[in-house]
């Protein structure tokens, strides 16, 4: 029977009180900043393609309750290995693009494997172990690519070699590849480039996760999000669900990684996946999504409103005090305060909840003893 | 026990085609950085002469208007590339154009390609020579990063 719910518009800004915010610190801002509004769109729209494919890699742990997913960087760096890769051996434009694809799903898949074997060891700690991981192989990445790297690992273009002989340099060029997929398909509308191809994959992954919720395994994996203990009576095998939830979203980072840095056209090897899982989860939450609930809208809405902000903060910035690193440590406060507020508002929730299952408890205790002495 | 036969099928099918899909894009994919040359070529002690202007035009794009001992570059994606040729002999003289399907070598970055002696028709070894980037003068202060991040600093 459906019930009909009462609108209630205090509960719905407080449920999105942080896409709120920010939209009204855009609206403050964007006049402002006195950009021309064809290059603010041009820019939200060229950062939509950069890096909603990133930003939708965190839904599947989101759907397996393993919260953020901060070993998301583990994805961006076989990315960027299966990009090194390629650039070395000369495979250009799209061809270029699909073999790196292709060469980082095996290494995101081992390291997803990795990660969440480890994850599975730690449940209820999933964040922040995955974000201990994330650090524990960026050493791991250094190891391989400074020192590996054109000494066990064949590389052959000194333009990618340090002048010391192995270890690549500190910048590798992907700019036989640059925006070869954003330019494919792309059309002009009033100046604003829209990147057809780029936007057509976002729309087929987005795709494939609606698809992927109804089979078996996404409700397996929304019952062990949900209850882990009742998904395990159910008969789930939960370790081996959350296992596969990332490993998916390992693969889908680093997909998200290589469109990301081919519209960059190049990239700092030492430093390019460092802030992507922070900045990736900034957006998913701006987006009005919570450590446990995330759909595709926060994330739309989340890269537009989260990288609008970032377009226009550094010109506000500038026009407002005369110096426009106001507008840079504007921005970068706003990312680390969204995610703290959003694990504070999380722990809260699920405190209020414990205090009022056990609150429910009692009472229920309270008047079966109350029936027995009457 | 069928079912998982079947899917032990599929994924090794998809595993597969992505390893052919690999393969085709590593041939498909090869790009090359092609350098022409207008300048006058000798071989096996026959002289082939410059021509006083060559307008280079590849896959439909033109790169260049080369005059005699000039060269222009262009990069290709792929071992295989249309190339297309409108030679003046003499200065004022008329242009006569020619359409050829150039063939660079798998292995080779950049190529260099004698055009006068391309279009005489002389083998390979003759016209076409690996480019070779003159090495790099610069000094090692390409340094990895090797900074303490923990903010101790030398204690």
């Known amino acids: 029977m459906k019930t009909k719910k009462n609108f209630n518009l205090g509960s719905l800004i407080s449920a999105n009180s942080v896409p709120i915010l920010f939209v009204i610190i855009c609206a403050v801002m964007i006049p402002l900043s006195g950009l021309p509004a064809n290059y603010l769109l041009n820019e939200v729209v060229t950062r939509l393609g950069r890096n909603t494919f990133l930003i939708l890699s965190l839904l599947i742990p989101i759907m397996a309750g393993m919260g953020l997913n901060f070993g998301m960087t583990l994805g961006a760096m076989a990315g960027e290995m299966a990009l090194i890769m390629v650039a070395d051996w000369q495979i250009w434009g799209i061809p270029g693009l699909v073999l790196a694809t292709i060469l980082s799903i095996p290494l995101s898949i081992l390291l997803g494997l990795l990660c969440g074997s480890i994850l599975n060891r730690a449940k209820g700690r999933e964040m922040i172990t995955s974000y201990f991981i994330a650090f524990f192989m960026n050493g791991v990445y250094q190891l391989i690519v400074l020192y590996m790297m054109g000494s066990i690992i064949p590389i052959m273009h000194s333009t990618l070699k340090l002048p010391r002989g192995y270890g690549i340099r500190n910048t590798v060029s992907l700019l036989q590849m640059r925006q070869s997929l954003d330019n494919a398909l792309a059309v002009s509308i009033n100046g604003v480039k829209i990147p057809f191809l780029t936007l057509i994959i976002i729309a087929l992954a987005c795709l494939f996760i609606v698809w992927f919720r109804r089979t078996k395994l996404g409700q397996d994996m929304r019952a062990v999000g949900q209850d882990m203990n009742v998904a395990r009576d159910a008969g789930i095998d939960v370790d081996r669900t959350r296992l596969i939830s990332i490993v998916m979203s390992t693969v889908f980072a680093s997909f998200g990684m290589i469109i990301y840095l081919q519209n960059m056209g190049n990239f700092p090897t030492y430093q390019a996946h460092t802030n992507i899982g922070m900045f990736c989860i900034a957006a998913l939450l701006v987006g009005g999504a919570s450590v446990d609930k995330a759909s595709i809208r926060n994330v739309f809405l989340g890269v537009i409103l989260f990288h609008t902000m970032f377009i226009v903060a550094p010109a506000a910035g500038g026009k407002i005090t005369g110096d426009s690193m106001i507008g840079e440590y504007f921005r970068v406060f706003m990312s680390y305060g969204v995610i703290t507020v959003a694990l504070v508002m999380y722990e809260a929730k699920k405190r209020k909840e414990n205090r009022t299952m056990g609150q429910q408890l009692a009472n229920e205790q309270k008047a079966e003893e109350e029936g027995k002495t009457a | ?155």
């Not at chain 2, 410059?50 to 790169?63: D, F, L, S």
Request: glycine share 8%.
């Open chain 2, 1 to 155: 026990m069928k079912t998982k036969t079947r899917s032990w099928i599929i994924r090794s099918a998809f595993v597969l085609v992505l390893v052919l899909l690999a393969v085709l894009m590593l041939r498909i994919g090869r790009g090359h950085t092609i350098y022409f040359d207008n300048r006058a070529l000798e071989y096996q002690g026959a002289t082939t002469a410059a021509p006083y202007k060559i307008t280079v035009i590849v896959n439909g794009e033109q790169i260049s208007k080369l005059y005699e001992k000039e060269r222009c570059s262009v990069t290709n994606i792929g071992d295989k590339l249309e190339l297309t040729v409108e030679v003046m002999q003499q200065k004022g003289g008329s242009e006569t154009t020619s359409v050829y399907s150039l063939k660079v070598p798998h292995d080779l970055d950049g190529v260099i390609i004698n055009l006068p002696g391309y279009m005489a028709g002389l083998p390979e070894e003759a016209y076409l020579e690996e480019f070779i980037p003159a090495p790099s003068t610069e000094k090692d202060d390409e340094a990895p990063p090797t900074t303490d991040d923990i903010g101790l600093g030398e204690v």
